[in-house]
């Protein structure tokens, strides 16, 4: 079955950085575009950063853009989240996911994704 699991999480101080990976089984990766989200507590979900099948078209939320950057791995199966430059409003609960190179929503609607991990925990303190 399709798995898609994230690492990296942990505690950082603000102005640091991070690095989060997602690994992906049970699905032909180049043909599935990757989004990682977040979610706080008491707040939604949110989007973070986009990359296409192919890698070829990246997209972030503004409060991260300049950053964090997104990346893939095809030949591993793998999307890296770096975050730089980390702010306290950065804690959350990260999220990476999946879907068809072919779904045309918008990157950012978390229900157009038919994949998710678990989450990885990311914590910066001030």
């Not at 045309?104 to 925990?121: D, F, K, L, P, V």
Request: charged fraction near 15%; proline fraction near 2%.
């Amino acid at each position: 079955q399709v798995q898609l699991v994230e690492s990296g999480g942990g505690l950082v101080q603000a102005g640091g950085s991070l690095r989060l990976s997602c690994a992906a089984s049970g699905l032909t990766f180049s043909s599935y575009a990757v989004g990682w989200f977040r979610q706080a507590p008491g707040k939604e979900r949110e989007f973070v950063a986009f990359i296409s099948s192919s890698g070829g078209s990246t997209n972030y939320a503004n409060s991260v853009k300049g950053r964090f950057t997104i990346s893939r791995d095809n030949a591993k199966n793998t999307v890296h989240l770096q975050m730089n430059s980390v702010k306290p409003e950065d804690t959350a609960v990260y999220y990476c996911a999946a879907r068809s190179l072919w779904n045309s929503a918008s990157y950012s609607y978390s229900r157009s994704y038919g994949y998710w991990g678990q989450g990885t925990q990311v914590t910066v303190s001030s």
